[in-house]
């Protein structure tokens, strides 16, 4: 498939061309993008290729076919709509985060299993008791899970969220899950970030 | 310097052998990691290398010199204090989280630019007003800074960590920051790993 690297790129991209598109701008050239973003323009034209477009000559790309193409190539222009399990820290965090939605993510639902927060409204979305996570995904077609609950409880919350039809996984948690090959799993490491910076200042500390 | 993703593995080999060792592996061969982790042996002796360790013809590594390898690599056998900065839904969740000592980080103050907040105390870490930075960072010798305040917040805040003699910013904010060459600058981008999966999940729906 498309190189992970490039794919990674495409929101940033994206974020530019809004901005330049609020101001007015028709038409850019992978230079500008470049120079902006601090790419080699021939990286930009490898990466923006990845989602089917083509530069023309001496234009570059029209500025609203180009968000178009990177939102169709990533999703974005469809509201992807999203399930929530385990409302602590990480998740509450996430159902706060309103620019979600300029990346085409949109939680429905949410799901803990402390009868403390079960009924409660957090960041304008509900919380549910974790059994009602199948009629209710089955219902509103739900293909986005994102996994905010404790290690120990994250194989068996990601193994019910494959049996309520959810086909790709938003992992949070620190661990490795097993679930069937067909579905997708996107592991966040917080700590595997962590790891490049403190790696590089151990380095210049030498 | 040494590869990113080889790096970025490092936390996963880290948290294996510390299991390993509790159940008493005195050594390790590269295979038994590489079929724990699903990597391929080769790849596990190449990111292992980066920390200059070595591996012994029959034997493989013995856990506890691995560890401490990579620990001295990624500088997670000294405490990293770090200062974070916005204390709002993932400011706060990265306050609750305690596995960050099991990567060498230690959050020991917070700031905000909100009154109601300052003087509060947050997952046992006290919130100051910003211009206490200054003083406590050059007593405290914060080496790390941790970046949560809004987009709009955050090169003004990241230019105050700076001048505070903070090397090392951990962004959290969307915007890339304009920081002397010095500075170690890692970004955390969700969207990227969100644009990820929305785009395998576009893909396997056409
Ligand atoms: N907080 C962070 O900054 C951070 C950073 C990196 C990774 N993570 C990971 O994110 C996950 C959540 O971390 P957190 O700090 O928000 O934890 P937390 O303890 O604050 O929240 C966990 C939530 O999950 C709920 N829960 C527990 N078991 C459940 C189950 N079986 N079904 C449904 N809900 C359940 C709990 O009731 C709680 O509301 C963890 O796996 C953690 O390792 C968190
Ligand atoms: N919440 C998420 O899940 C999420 C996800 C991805 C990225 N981010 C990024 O993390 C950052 C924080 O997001 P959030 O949802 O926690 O926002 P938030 O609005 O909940 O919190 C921001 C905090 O920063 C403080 N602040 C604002 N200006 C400040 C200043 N000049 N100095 C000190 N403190 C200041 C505010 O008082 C507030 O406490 C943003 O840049 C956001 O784009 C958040």
Redesign the interface.
Known sequence: ??P?PS??????YL?LLRQMQTKGRIAVSCTHLADD??FTSTQVRKDLAVTGIIGKPKVGYITEELIASIE?????NNY?DAFLVGVG??G??LL??D??RL???NIVAAFDANPEKIGKNVHNCEIFALDKMYELAERMHI??GILTVPAAAAQSVASEMVLAGI??I?NFS?I?LEVPDSI?V?N??????????????????K
């Open positions: 498939g498309a992970l794919i990674r790129r495409l929101p940033q974020q973003l601090g169709n190539f990533l999703g974005w992807s820290n990480m509450n965090a706060g985060y620019d979600f990346h085409g993510l293909q986005i086909r790709a938003w620190p490795a997708i996107e966040v490491r917080l700590y595997s970030s962590l790891a490049v910076l403190t790696s590089r200042l151990a380095n210049t500390n």
